[in-house]
């Protein structure tokens, strides 16, 4: 069964583009969340989602947006990117919001912006 | 206030060494797990471990949830241990449960 898949891998954006990351849920689970990694920080919260409805949003500026499709695979969007956006987003799945059954993350999205 | 704190920051052992990372946190995190991300950045979930005590392996794991702190054992360490360890507790954010975690222990194993 696959993990947590995330694509692109990496990418290279310029400041003020648009980007836009995509993950693909273990099958079964209906909660997708993301986090921001900054080099040398712990993951930071972005956003979760869960049957398709936004459940929560960390600290993050409305350039930061996200959606999940009825397959359950979900999108982060960043507008207006900024130098400060360079980071390694992670998306992580499990069964339910609750977090009983705890987390798996994909292997990330390494986002530079130049 | 900070609500994971991990420490050391950064470990050097020589391979066969055994260590020990420990991680505070608040009355308003639960559910804590650790994570091992690997030089590729893959966040492995090693145990989830709201209290007591479990093991795997060369690895084991405790939390004193009255004390509020989580201990992560590692034994006969490998190179292949090396990477950074976090310890993560969830929180509530309205309806979400958030994973808020430490800010990490880079650990290094020599051969």
């Known amino acids: 069964d696959a993990g947590v898949t995330q694509s692109p891998t990496h990418l290279i954006k310029t400041r003020g583009q648009h980007v836009t990351l995509r993950c693909s849920p273990i099958s079964g689970h209906k909660s997708v969340s993301w986090y921001q990694q900054v080099l040398g920080q712990g993951p930071q919260f972005i956003f979760q989602?869960?049957?398709?409805?936004?459940?929560g949003r960390g600290n993050f500026p409305d350039r930061f947006s996200a959606r999940q499709f009825p397959n359950y695979s979900s999108e982060l969007n960043v507008n207006a990117l900024l130098l400060g956006d360079s980071a390694l987003y992670l998306c992580?799945?499990?069964?339910?919001?609750?977090?009983?059954?705890?987390?798996?993350f994909g292997s990330g999205t390494r986002l530079t912006v130049v | 206030g900070i609500q994971v704190e991990q420490s050391p920051p950064d470990l050097i052992l020589q391979e066969g060494a055994n260590s020990t990372l420990r991680c505070n946190f608040s009355d308003s995190v639960n559910n804590l797990q650790w994570f091992h991300q690997n030089p590729w950045g893959q966040l492995i979930n090693l145990f989830y471990?709201?209290?007591g005590t479990k093991q795997n392996g060369r690895l084991s794991a405790t939390t004193v949830a009255t004390e509020r702190y989580s201990l992560l054992y590692i034994s006969s360490s490998q190179t292949t241990d090396s990477g950074v360890y976090f310890c993560?507790?969830?929180?509530?954010?309205?309806?979400?449960?958030?994973?808020?975690f430490g800010s990490g222990t880079q650990l290094t194993v020599l051969p």
């Open positions: 989602y869960y049957e398709k409805e936004e459940r």
């Open positions: 992580a799945s499990s069964l339910e919001p609750q977090l009983f059954y705890g987390y798996t």
């Open positions: 993560a507790g969830a929180i509530s954010s309205g309806s979400a449960r958030q994973l808020t």
């Open positions: 471990i709201p209290s």
